[in-house]
């Protein structure tokens, strides 16, 4: 079972928002991944979501990003951090 949400982001995740969001992915048994201009990212990888933001995701405010939850608790997981991502815009 899998299940997609578009999110808008800030302009930038702060270190300790990409911390906290890898941790609540690493919960699920899920994978999860974001997907963005054709590039896919394993959103349980601390390393390769920093490398991400720091060098393919665009600087313009609350871009759009794919988050793809494939897995028996997908929908589970694609509430709880689609939610999380959408807190992080109003922080």
Known sequence: MGAESVVLLPNRLSIGQI???V???GTFES???FLYQG???NAKG???IN????SHYS???HEPITLIVEGSDAQEAIKS???MLTGFRKK
Not at 51 to 54: H, M, N, P
């Open 19 to 21: 911390n906290e969001f």
């Open 31 to 33: 994978e999860i991944l």
């Open 51 to 54: 490398l991400f933001f720091l």
């Open 23 to 25: 941790n609540a992915a």
């Open 59 to 61: 600087k313009d405010q």
């Open 46 to 48: 601390l390393l390769g």
């Open 81 to 83: 951090l689609a939610m």
């Open 39 to 41: 590039i896919q990212i």
